[in-house]
């Protein structure tokens, strides 16, 4: 977006004009000693959805080896694999980290 002299002339204006707050360097701690508590609710129901996750990555695993003719392998059959491998990683990743989440 093209800046035209009369956004600079306001710019300019708004920096000459506007108060500044002085230097404190007790106002971070001050704001967030105030702010409320976080929830431990989510923290539970990311857990329960993690576990969720966790068991339908199980079925599908077992499902998938189930069915499987070890004696020809296809690139489906890898790809399926290699997928499954990801998800169930990233979903064993969440929930250990949910579980070592300090208050």
Request: avoid cysteine; proline fraction near 5%; hydrophobic fraction near 45%.
């Given at each position: 977006m093209k800046?035209?002299?009369?956004?600079?002339k306001l710019g300019?204006?708004?920096?000459?004009?506007?108060?500044?707050?002085?230097?404190?360097?007790w106002f971070t701690k001050r704001v967030l000693n105030r702010l409320p508590e976080p929830r431990r609710a989510?923290?539970?129901?990311?857990?329960?959805?993690c576990i969720v996750a966790a068991v339908m990555c199980a079925v599908c695993w077992w499902t998938m080896f189930r069915d499987q003719d070890f004696m020809v392998i296809t690139m489906r059959d890898l790809a399926h694999a290699a997928v499954m491998l990801?998800?169930?990683?990233?979903?064993?990743?969440?929930?250990?980290?949910?579980?070592?989440q300090h208050d």
């Open positions: 800046r035209t002299q009369e956004d600079i300019q204006l708004l920096k000459e004009q506007s108060p500044h707050a002085g230097h404190n360097p989510t923290r539970w129901v990311w857990a329960a959805v990801a998800v169930t990683g990233v979903v064993l990743w969440q929930g250990i980290a949910t579980a070592l």
